[in-house]
T-cell receptor
Framework: DTEVTQTPKHLVMGMTNKKSLKCEQHMGHRAMYWYKQKAKKPPELMFVYSYEKLSINESVPSRFSPECPNSSLLNLHLHALQPEDSALYLC???????????FGSGTQLSVL | GNSVTQMEGPVTLSEEAFLTINCTYTATGYPSLFWYVQYPGEGLQLLLKATKADDKGSNKGFEATYRKETTSFHLEKGSVQVSDSAVYFCALSVLGSGGSNYKLTFGKGTLLTVNP
């Protein structure tokens, strides 16, 4: 299994809603990532987890809250988002000390 | 700091044409270089990589050579197909201390459209 699975594929939420994005991999990777991608732009790193511990937070607003409950799962909890947070949210994983990232297909988020 | 500059496009070619997408980089230390491809509605897939000077990465008919003297990693394909239509991202990473994985720095992406 060489896939990173993200759910849901599409999400529409209001600014007062709370929602969560989910990511799962079964490749035994110990590093997992959240990226944000606006249309026609490259992905921007948000968070990196290494061995289920948060190792990089790229100064992301607190309305985005990551969680890594175990080595296969990565969540991104969303609360009080703004319309400018609408984007494609990509999850990725890699073997620690290796540089090849495997990306999921992303969750297309629209904030109304 | 680290940065990647690639031709922004869009690039439009006919099927079987030759493709070049230029990529140059600035990096502290010794970076690894990558080309990622993003098909419509999908995440990114690693297309090829090179980890040291003069290495050539290749995959699916695409090639790129790590040129340290010109700090370049240009993507080429001899004969493109309609199915190659996608956005192509050049990227680099520099390993952090202790060998820990570090983040990718992406170029802005190049949209390639191949017409039949």
């Amino acid at each position: 299994d060489t896939e990173v699975t993200q759910t849901p594929k599409h999400l529409v939420m209001g600014m007062t809603n709370k929602k969560s994005l989910k990511c799962e991999q079964h490749m035994g990777h110990r590093a997992m990532y959240w990226y944000k991608q606006k249309a026609k732009k490259p992905p921007e790193l948000m968070f990196v987890y290494s061995y289920e511990k948060l190792s990089i937070n790229e100064s992301v607003p607190s309305r985005f809250s990551p969680e890594c409950p175990n080595s296969s799962l990565l969540n991104l909890h969303l609360h009080a988002l703004q319309p400018e947070d609408s984007a494609l949210y990509l999850c990725a994983s890699s073997q620690l000390l290796r540089e090849k990232l495997f990306f999921g297909s992303g969750t297309q988020l629209s904030v109304l | 700091g680290n940065s990647v500059t690639q031709m922004e496009g869009p690039v439009t070619l006919s099927e079987e044409a030759f493709l070049t997408i230029n990529c140059t980089y600035t990096a502290t230390g010794y970076p690894s270089l990558f080309w990622y491809v993003q098909y419509p509605g999908e995440g990114l897939q690693l297309l090829l990589k090179a980890t040291k000077a003069d290495d050539k990465g290749s995959n699916k008919g695409f090639e790129a050579t790590y040129r340290k003297e010109t700090t370049s990693f240009h993507l080429e394909k001899g004969s493109v197909q309609v199915s190659d239509s996608a956005v192509y991202f050049c990227a680099l990473s520099v390993l952090g201390s202790g060998g820990s994985n570090y983040k990718l720095t992406f170029g802005k992406g190049t949209l390639l459209t191949v017409n039949p």
